[in-house]
């Protein structure tokens, strides 16, 4: 599509990002069968992390004391409550609620509609599928995709799928 417009807008090819300098990037990209790659394509990229740009729509409610990182994407009737760390490259769907003293690691996709209740970790590289539930207190490790609707009831280690409700690891 390079050098096509699509919704009025041009499709440029990685050299804009050499040609255009001042231009801010947010890559938002993944999906369940894609979200490992995030990270490896994000960096191929090769900007400067000041580049990155933070989008928060304007009916997101963030609080005061939450901290965001850099290239993330928040969308509306989002919520996310005191004390909570969204880190770089992170994407929120709509309608999600991240409770308080929660940390959602670098490269991580949140799904639309879900619930991650209070102080849970969520770590680096992860999927968490649309309308999923989290208990207050879990941790997740990396690279873990939790499917759509999943209800996380328990903390898994790293590259885990989970489905179900309560949810359980089929690999």
Known sequence: MIGKKKFGIE???????????????????????SFLQRED???SLNVAAERFATVIHPKAEISKNAKIGKDVLIMAGVIVTA??????????????VIHHDCNIEDF????????IAGNVRIGKNCYIGAASSIKNGIT?????LVGM????INSFTREK???GNPAK???
């Open 83 to 96: 004390n909570a760390i969204v880190g770089d490259h992170v994407i929120i769907l709509p309608n999600s």
């Open 41 to 43: 394509i994000l960096q």
């Open 161 to 163: 799928k989970l489905i």
């Open 11 to 33: 499709i440029f090819d990685r050299k804009a990002f050499e040609k255009i300098k001042d231009a801010k990037i947010l890559a938002v990209h993944g999906g369940p069968l």
């Open 108 to 115: 991580t996709l949140i799904g639309a509609n879900t619930t």
């Open 169 to 171: 690891s089929i690999t």
């Open 140 to 144: 997740l490790g990396e690279k873990i």
């Open 149 to 152: 609707g999943a209800n996380v």
